[in-house]
């Protein structure tokens, strides 16, 4: 049977019309499914948080990390976990209706930055220091601070670990937040816990007397403003570490009891507290502390200048001279002055600091070196002679709380 080339061609043209409308209907349903839009990938506390704008009909949403397909979520966000400090992760979304999938997503591209740890918040002199760690990606940190009950405002960004907060006023509660940044890619952490601190004035104008009545040394300073009680610490005899010999002292004075049978320079501070905070430290004040009627010697203090003051009692006629007392005290080698400065005519001194009483009466005799620390430094290990031994006193630190001057007060029986 003969089928005619017209009847051949109709068909072929009917069949090629039919297939072409098919093609076209698959592929207006395909692009009938839109792609998710305003995607964000946002760091935040453990995760990378994923969000999208909602697709009108979809009826689910698959998340991609670069071509693996890592979610399968109805929702219009994602946490994805597993993330690493420092790695860059990008992320694609399609939407779906039933089979039906949209194009991909504009890729969005983040760094996975962590937090960091806020280490320390310590009251220095006139300041707040806040210490981090170091977070891995992150080529900088930005720092937020609150103020009594106010809100977190920014104050700072720093590419180091530390932070010196000048901006502070005694009394305050404030409290510190970190962020990391990343400037290539500009990928920020989520907010650090908090630290906080009660900013506290170091107390001042500590000072440090030899009682007269006993064997103790007498504290006494400022009182800062909202401590309610202050720590009172002591250098160890080795000048090592100090020790704290009294907590939560309430008052403005403390008295160190001395138990020690041996003279020697005692150095002092103080911190005021309130709660679990403190103050930065008191300058540091001191005195040496000698035992009642050692050798000849009574009593050695500081007076309200610093200047160093010692007793020393003598018969009419004795001379002073047990180790050059004068000369050891400032390892001098001569280079001092040494001259009455009252009761010229109850005792003398030498060129090289040997007392002579004269008469019945008191004297006080005035020592003056040039750069005592200096010369102190240069003979570090050598004993101090009072009329005893005083091997344990530190000549540096001493050096430094004295004024070049010392007064020998002489009493002649």
Known sequence: MKISK???????????????????????????????????????????????????????YKVYVGKKAVKTTKKTSFKYHGVYAGKKYTFTVKAYKGKKASKASTAVKVMRMNAPTIRTVVNQKNSVKITWT???????????????????????TTAKTSYIDKDVTSATKYSYKLVSYNKATKAVSVKSGKRSTIFLQRPKNLVALESEAKDAINLTWNASESATAYNVYRLSADNEK????????????????????????????????????????????????????????????????NDPHVTVYLSAGEKYAEGKFVADFFNAQGLFKAEVAEGADVATVSADGVITAVKSGKAVIKVTADDIITKYAADHNRAMDFGFQVNDFDPLRLASIVNNTLFVEVEVG
């Open 6 to 60: 017209r009847i051949i061609s109709t068909a072929l043209a009917t069949l090629m019309v039919g297939s072409t409308l098919a093609v076209g209907a698959i592929s207006a349903s395909a692009a009938s499914v839109k792609k998710p839009t305003k995607v964000t990938a946002k760091n935040s506390q453990k995760t990378i948080a994923v969000s999208w704008k909602k697709v009108a009909g979809a009826t689910k």
């Open 134 to 156: 170091k977070k891995k990606g992150a080529t900088s940190y930005q720092i937020y601070k609150k103020s009594g009950s106010g809100s977190y405002k920014k104050i700072a």
């Open 242 to 305: 100090w020790v704290k010999i009294a907590s939560n002292v309430a008052a403005t004075e403390y008295t160190d009891a001395m138990t020690s049978k041996n003279p020697r320079a005692f150095i002092y501070k103080v911190t005021a507290v309130k709660d679990s905070w403190k103050s930065a430290d008191s300058d540091e004040r001191g005195t040496a502390f000698v035992p009642k009627r050692v050798d000849g010697v009574n009593r050695y203090y500081f007076d309200k200048n």
